[in-house]
Structure formats: structure tokens, C-alpha cells
């Protein structure tokens, strides 16, 4: 890893203009003399300005109410989002038919991805409705500030309530330096002790006060002791929300069939729970380089990557395991039901 690094040297001055976010990875990002001098501050804001530009061509696809939602809080959420008889029908055939699944370990908890690609849908209804509906990716481009092609699969979280194993995901952070955007859509009720998703109103505004702490934060980050600051998502503890001017976070328990989208440079966290959870949901997530000035363009729109995206991204973990020996974290499992155990 340390020789591929230093061979991609010459592109590290260039990545500024990317969405590259580890201080680590790339020492020119982690200069602490250039961070001081406010490099890391000015991509924070350049990428924001830019995702204003592009989230404000995207708002006439989006109701006038869900914006202010959005703009007030940082997230939108829409109760009984699906018609019932078809929430019924879309939890009996995650229940009944098994989908390719991954999974991956942090700490105590397993988080499995079920596959929704056109092929592993084929002749099931219910799903393909889902996903040639434009409702949910509307939702994501908007809240993410720009265009393209998410990726949407189902994701169950089971946590074992083992607090002395802790998941990343537990500590309140912010994804990357700039807009990018996740989405659930809960196939259960969501109670407080059910692993809801915290999220801090109005986080995923800039202030004064929050870019005085990204700046003082990017000069440390890439010798930081946590690792997840040093590779560009920083956590925050609940009392400095208040030095920052930020409410507390408050905890999305919601009922089944209730749609969450977020902009995850706002400050969130999956809540820890001291007892078992599973939790599962039709999930999204969207990114791209927020240097953009389009919203097309995205590869991930291109036929053969479009409505595969689930099995080309295993072919490539594959092939760089293969070819690289680079493991990533998720591992193949035999296909799932929605209430199946975890297999690692
Ligand atoms: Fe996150």
C-alpha cells in the first residue's frame, strides 16, 4: 500500500480538486502548514458553494415543503412513503425470497447489503417498481447537491449490544468535507433503543464557528490517534455541538414505511443500543466529486453499470483481493431473507 501510495505521488496537488478526503492518504491534503493556511477550509467552502449552485437546478423535481425540511434541518423525512398494500407487499418478498447478499463486521455490529440489481429482481414486482421509481434518487441528488446514479440496495444492521466493542458508526461524524447524501427507507418501526439514526439539526449548514474547528481539526488530522479523523471524517463529542452553535442531536425513531434522507456532511450517528437490534431498510447513498460544475456525467449511469451496480462493485472487491491482495470488508454470503442471522 505504502508503494502505490508514493507512486501516486505526482497526482496529490491535483486530488485537491477531487473528492479525496484522507489527510493520510495524501500528505499534500495533510500539510498542516497548508491546512493552517486554509486549504482544507477553502475545499469546504468552494465544494459548498458549488453544491448550492447544482442542488438549486435540481429543486424543481422536489416538493416545496420537503425543501424546507431540508434547508431547516439538514434531512427529510416522509412518513407511510410507500402505499400500504405495497409496504406489505415489498416486506413479503424480502421475508420470502432471499437476495446475493455481503456482509461486514465493525465492532459488534454486521451490516449486510442485499443485491437490487436488475438481474437478482428479475420477476419479483414489487422490487422493480421500487427501483424504476425516480422518488427515492430525487430525493438523494437533491439532498447530496448533485446529479447522478445512486446506489440502492437493502441493508440490515444487527447489532449485538456489546457496548465494549464499539462500531464507528456509534460516535456522531460527518462523512466527507462536503454534500453527499444517504437515504432509509425502514422496513420495521424504529424505537430509541432500536439503533435509530442521530442527526443534528442544521449541521449540514457552514457557520463561522464550524469552519474555525474544521480548520483547527485539518492541521492535526493526518497524525491523529483516531483513525477515522485521519482519513477525513471527522467526530465530534456532544458538547462542543454547543460551542459550534449546533442543537444537540436528536434521535429519528420512526414508524415502519417512513423514508429518511439525509445530507451526511451534516453531523450524524447510528444510536448504540445495550441490547440486540436488527434493523433493516431499503437504503441509498450517493457521492460524487463535489468539484463538479454538472449534474450528468456520472459513470455510474453508463449502461452495463446502471442497474448492476452491486455486482460490478463485488467483481472489482474480488479482483483487487485477486490481483492486489487488497481485502476489503465485505465478504459474500449465501443469499439472505430479511430475517436471516448474519453468516460472519
Ligand atoms: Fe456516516
Redesign the pocket.
Known amino acids: 500500500m505504502k508503494v502505490l501510495s508514493w507512486i501516486a505521488a505526482p497526482l496529490w496537488p491535483l486530488l485537491i480538486v477531487s473528492g479525496q478526503k484522507s489527510f493520510r492518504a495524501n500528505p499534500f491534503l495533510g500539510s498542516v502548514a497548508l491546512n493552517r493556511l486554509g486549504l482544507h477550509v477553502a475545499r469546504v467552502q468552494i465544494a459548498e458553494r458549488m453544491a448550492a449552485a447544482r442542488r438549486a437546478r435540481l429543486a424543481p423535481r422536489i416538493d416545496a415543503r420537503l425543501r424546507a425540511q431540508y434547508e431547516r434541518e439538514g434531512f427529510i423525512a416522509i412518513e407511510n412513503f410507500l402505499p400500504a398494500e405495497e409496504f406489505a407487499a415489498l416486506r413479503r418478498d424480502l421475508e420470502e425470497a432471499p437476495l446475493a447478499s455481503w456482509e461486514r463486521r465493525e465492532g459488534a455490529t454486521v451490516t449486510r447489503r442485499g443485491s437490487l440489481d436488475l438481474l437478482d429482481i428479475e420477476g419479483r414486482p414489487v422490487l422493480q417498481r421500487l427501483m424504476a421509481s425516480p422518488a427515492i434518487p430525487d430525493l438523494l441528488r437533491y439532498a447530496a447537491g448533485c446529479g447522478g446514479e445512486p446506489l440502492i440496495h437493502l441493508q440490515t444492521v444487527l447489532a449485538e449490544g456489546d457496548t465494549r466493542r464499539p462500531d464507528p458508526?456509534n460516535t456522531l461524524?460527518m462523512?466527507t468535507f462536503h454534500s453527499t447524501a444517504k437515504a432509509w427507507l425502514y422496513l420495521q418501526d424504529v424505537g430509541i433503543e432500536d439503533g435509530p439514526l442521530m442527526y443534528v439539526p442544521g449541521s449540514h449548514r457552514l457557520t463561522p464557528a464550524r469552519l474555525e474547528w474544521e480548520r483547527e481539526l485539518s492541521a492535526c488530522a493526518a497524525r491523529h490517534d483516531d483513525p477515522e479523523i485521519a482519513a477525513g471524517s471527522f467526530r465530534i463529542a456532544d458538547e462542543t455541538l454547543a460551542d459550534l452553535g449546533y442543537p444537540p442531536a436528536r434521535a429519528l425513531a420512526v414508524p415502519a414505511n417512513t423514508l429518511v434522507v439525509a445530507n451526511?456532511h451534516g453531523f450524524?450517528a447510528r444510536k448504540a443500543s445495550a441490547r440486540p437490534t436488527a434493523r433493516s431498510e431499503i437504503y441509498g447513498s450517493l457521492r460524487r466529486n463535489p468539484f463538479l460544475p454538472v449534474t450528468g456525467l456520472h459513470l455510474h449511469s453508463l449502461p452495463g453499470l446502471k442497474g448492476h451496480l452491486s455486482t460490478r462493485q463485488a467483481q472489482i472487491d474480488a479482483a483487487l483481493a485477486r490481483y492486489l491482495g487488497l481485502k476489503g470488508p465485505w465478504v459474500a454470503v449465501p443469499p439472505k431473507r430479511l430475517s436471516d442471522p448474519a453468516s460472519i
Open positions: 458508526q461524524h462523512d451526511t450524524h
